[in-house]
């Protein structure tokens, strides 16, 4: 006959389990802590207003920008009256954003063979995205950076003879050589790159269709602040100094 088990063997293994639960507790909570940790930090630093991820760009509400640089055309494909090869274009641009955010852009780009004159719009989603979800690095640099990548989309005019047409869509990010608090909006060295679609439904209007193209650029473009600050009082509640 088996002898039953005692009441205090039998507690034992729930005392083990108990005290093992318990110790796995206090180690998720201690990892816990320390995830949390840079986010308390970086939202210290938010409170105490120090890099609170918009860096002086609410002094203004209306931002006029002008770029000027250069860019690479590539056409994937030959076609007459366009360069087989690679080809250097000068590029002009002029962007007006309201907030930073949105807005529209003129530009042109000029090379050996024609002249591209691309209207669209602009949008820069990651900037109030990032301030109003608090996701701030504390370093002007380093934020102004991520905020600052766009999305363009727009209509080209292609001068070569006769007038073409097509869609254009591109997308960049600009580093900031002078930051905003110091001249005006700043200054930035602007990385970037535009596709244009060939335009095959002109065809059928007897305009012949335009290539597609890809333009790789790279830009230097001064930002300006050219109304008040509306909004200057207002700022999310968990950046506010």
């Known amino acids: ?16 389990a108990s005290a093992r639960s318990r110790a796995v507790v206090r180690a998720c909570a201690v990892a816990l802590l320390l995830g949390l940790g840079p986010l308390g930090v970086s939202s210290a630093r938010a409170d105490n207003g120090v890099g609170d991820g918009l860096y002086g760009r609410l002094r203004h ?5 002008l770029g000027v640089g250069a860019g690479a055309q590539l056409f994937p494909e030959a076609q007459p009256g366009f360069a087989d090869e690679p080809s250097w274009a000068f590029m002009v641009d002029v962007r007006a954003r309201m907030t930073g955010v949105a807005g529209i852009i003129l530009a042109t780009s000029t090379s050996r063979t024609h002249t591209t004159l691309f209207l669209g719009a602009e949008v820069r989603p990651l900037y109030p995205a990032l301030v109003l979800k608090g996701i701030i690095t504390g370093r002007a640099r380093a934020d102004l950076t991520i905020q600052s990548l766009y999305i363009e989309l727009g209509s080209a005019l292609r001068f070569q003879g006769t007038l073409r047409t097509s869609l254009g869509w591109g997308l960049g990010f600009e580093v900031p050589l002078v930051l905003p608090r110091q001249f005006s909006q700043g200054v930035w060295l602007r990385f970037g790159v535009r596709h244009f679609r060939e335009a095959r439904q002109m065809r059928d209007l007897g305009v012949p269709a335009a290539p597609a193209e890809w333009l790789p650029h790279v830009s230097l473009a001064m930002t300006l602040g050219v109304s008040e600050g509306r909004f200057a009082g207002w700022e999310p509640p968990r950046t506010r100094p």
């Open 1 to 16: 006959m088996r002898p039953s088990p005692s009441p205090r063997s039998s507690a034992l293994p729930r005392c083990v």
């Open 61 to 65: 509400d209306f931002f006029l920008q």
